[in-house]
């Protein structure tokens, strides 16, 4: 279920577990969405983390990766671009923040939008009446 992202983030604000989770949680949220319309790759997404858990370079790199691969297809315009290359000892602010939770919000809108719009046709048959 699309988790309401927070797209105002601020240099008073603190990042924290559930943040990154809500992003992975929307992220899948996408993933499923532009499944609509073409073929993605494998994508993984870490949703429990807790108290007790430090993130590392590679996990921001995958996360950034895994909202670059969603883009390919379609990029909204107001895309910010995805941070890519993240080091040990590069800070992550709320720009990063901000960044993730934006990018996310514009696929989700346009996807949202366009898989509502698609005919879908099938045939139901009901019953156990004998032919």
Same mark, same amino acid.
Request: aromatic residues 12%; negative net charge; proline residues 4%.
């Given at each position: 279920?699309?988790?309401?992202? +927070? /797209?105002?983030?601020?240099?008073?604000?603190?990042?924290?577990?559930?943040? /990154?989770?809500?992003?992975?949680?929307?992220?899948? !949220?996408?993933?499923?969405?532009?499944?609509?319309?073409?073929?993605?790759?494998?994508?993984?997404?870490? +949703?429990?983390?807790?108290?007790?858990?430090?993130?590392?370079?590679?996990?921001?790199?995958?996360?950034?990766?895994?909202?670059?691969? /969603?883009?390919?297809?379609?990029?909204?315009?107001?895309?910010?671009?995805?941070?890519?290359?993240?080091?040990?000892?590069?800070?992550?602010?709320?720009?990063?923040?901000?960044?993730?939770?934006?990018?996310?919000?514009?696929?989700?809108?346009?996807? +949202? #939008?366009?898989?509502?719009?698609?005919? !879908?046709?099938?045939?139901?048959?009901? #019953?156990?009446?004998?032919?």
């Amino acid at each position: 279920m699309w988790m309401t992202p +927070k /797209l105002d983030w601020n240099s008073a604000d603190f990042y924290n577990f559930g943040d /990154l989770n809500r992003v992975e949680n929307n992220t899948e !949220i996408v993933s499923g969405l532009v499944g609509f319309f073409v073929v993605l790759p494998p994508l993984t997404f870490v +949703k429990n983390r807790d108290m007790k858990r430090i993130e590392f370079a590679d996990s921001l790199n995958r996360v950034e990766s895994n909202q670059d691969a /969603l883009r390919q297809r379609y990029t909204p315009v107001g895309w910010l671009q995805n941070k890519l290359d993240w080091e040990a000892n590069v800070a992550f602010s709320f720009n990063d923040a901000r960044r993730l939770e934006h990018n996310l919000n514009l696929l989700y809108q346009h996807y +949202k #939008g366009n898989t509502e719009i698609v005919p !879908i046709c099938g045939a139901f048959i009901c #019953g156990e009446e004998a032919i």
